[in-house]
């Protein structure tokens, strides 16, 4: 055990602050969409030109040929500076490396790294949301193309996106799994609806989808036929692991924003609130031990798999603690709508039920994990 | 970025857990608690004859030399066997905290590396220091001697039984001596680093205790039917199982890392991270014996059953070497004074 950077590593978070210190947007990121979309895009733009986007992907596909650890390097110096966060969909790309054809990733994935052309994900459905394989869109064959029927919904940037990586049922009604395929469907295709979903806190980061007689090439399906579930575990694998999203550093500058705010309020010195700060603090030394354990497992090569779901519920109860106790700590005024806390708190709901439900990764570790029969 | 153990500490996981097996385990705790000993004692000389006793002291001294993480790895496995042997204390806080006082530990640490073992006197709220005459001796044995150990002062001690509710780490009661000065402020670095890393060993007994109870728990939903079926089927029973393993993982990372930090990184950091460790494991360990108690059913909250001796240990090693909240409120407060004058949280 190390838990210090190697000389290389230390010389690329060198490299990276530099870069960042003249590169990091002066403007506050906007709160509401789709200004913040926006400038999300911007950004990841002049990640990309940096050289900082895709680091642990292969060199020929656009990426770095960097590891984890750089990523990982890369999120917390992120969150150091102030920064926003690197696209967190590039897990998404993940499928097409591992998944596309070489005329897919070269079609693909230069825009998909450079943000020229934004992505969203069509897989939850309003009956099909923790039990994905349930889902009912349908994809049938018509010559040489498929055509697409049915709803997605909780499509985050769906609104925005210029291509859609859809789920669509390819087999019976009854093949749950084993009778899905994904296809890449661009967003501008007839037949293609689009209207926003307007959250708890305002915000409009979702969107449902409609899908009326969209027609696509069979070219267009991104794995084999009826193979689309392999497609989804290989993405949500990488958007369950805390490593990935680099939300630590994110967290760490609210918590010391909650601090201050508090001393300037001269409640810093009541017992209860010091030491419910001290436990927040407790939950992000934690998470941070925890993902680097996680990091290094990667690092070396063992495979990710469902240990991320222990990651997600460690992430989301840190969240969710971190949020309440910033109401806790602010007081009668958060709930006056002063200052973004408010905002933040309700979007930390929402931490339980992305990328897999607070329930479901439970049933993950008891029945893959613990290996516990139902 | 490596957080992986040697394969040298692997081995040493691997070889700590079989011979914690044959050693200790249900039956001879059960002997401690029906007052008989003589197994638990002769367990305890077989680590030592296999210098697992003196793991932690300098070879220059005539111990193992070993690592801070050598010796938590160690103490997880001790732990989760229901090991009634004085590991923590005589094993891990005394020789730190000796060779955290300087040139007057040296005859501690040779006596340890011989065979030696000692009590470790705390104060009355089973914090440290040992201060004034109401002090407690942990993992006290019948005309074993007590360690008071300040930054200056080492002196050993008699002590007598005193109330305890842990049965394998009984307490003594300090009859006079180990009563040793601590400075109020401006600990010297030796000092604060030794408490640190016996604050992390402590988080890793705590999270032996875990694994050793969710392990019960665990195995018995798997095979305990109502209703027709393994009560493992339900899901509320499951969705218990898996907290249990949110946070036996969570423990490990933080004693395992925790363990590294404190030997390797500034003392503030190694301050602050142990006593992260510590509060978490604390409060996680007792909150999922608790659990296990609950899934074990009307079995686990009787005499008969294993589970509250890995209770009793919890709430016993939870309160000692600084509490949960106390541990909280001390990280808190030092945030929120290092960090809390930036808001923009830049520093």
Redesign the interface.
Known sequence: ??????PE?AEFRAQLRAWLADNVPTEPEPQTMPARFHYVVAWQKRLYSGGWVALSWPKEYGGQGLGP?EESILNQELGRA?APAAASFTFLGRAFLTFGTEEQKARYLPGFLSAEEIWCQGFSEPEAGSDLASLRTTATRDGEDFVINGQKLWTSRGSFAQFCLVLARTGTRESRHRGITAFVVPTDTPGMTRKPLIMANGDEEFAEVYFDDVRVPASNMLGELDQGWKVTQATLAYERGAADLGYLAKY??????L??????RGV?DD?S???????V??HL??LR??S??R???R??GKAVGA?TS?DK??MTQTEQLLLHTALDILGPEAVQGRGDWFKKYLYSRAASIYGGTA?V???I???R??G??? | ??????EEQELLAASTRSLAADLFGESVARQVLDGDRARADKGWSNLQEAGLASLLVAEEHGGGGGSL?DACVVTTELYSALAPVPYLTSAVAVPLLAAGSGEQGTPVLTALAEGATYGLFVGADLSWPATGPDAVCLDWAPGRDGLAVGPDTLELGPAEAGPGVDPLHPLGRGTGAGSVSWPAAGLPEASSRALAGVRVAAAAALTGCLAGAAQLA?DY??TREQYGK?I??F?AV??L???L??DL??C???S???A??VE?EPIEDAA??AA?AK??CGEAAVRSIETSIQLLGGIGVTWESTAHLYLRTAHQLAASFGDT?S???????D??SA?????????
């Open positions: 055990m190390d838990l210090r950077d190697t590593q650890v102030g760490e500058r609210m918590l010391a924003q601090a201050g705010i508090a001393q300037e810093s017992v609130n010091v030491e419910a700060v001290g436990r603090l407790g030394e934690v031990l925890h680097m354990r990091l290094s497992d690092a070396q240990e222990i519920v460690m329930q990764q439970r049933n570790i008891s029945g994990l613990l516990l029969k139902e | 970025m490596d957080f992986s153990l040697s993480l665990w939903i798997a393994p493992a089927a899901q499951r969705h199982a898996a907290d393993l949110v993982e969570t490990r990372s933080v395992l890392g925790a590294w930090q390797n602050r991270v992260v509060s978490w909240r541990l909280l409120r001390r990280v808190g407060a945030f929120i960090r809390g004058g930036h808001s923009d949280g830049s520093s």
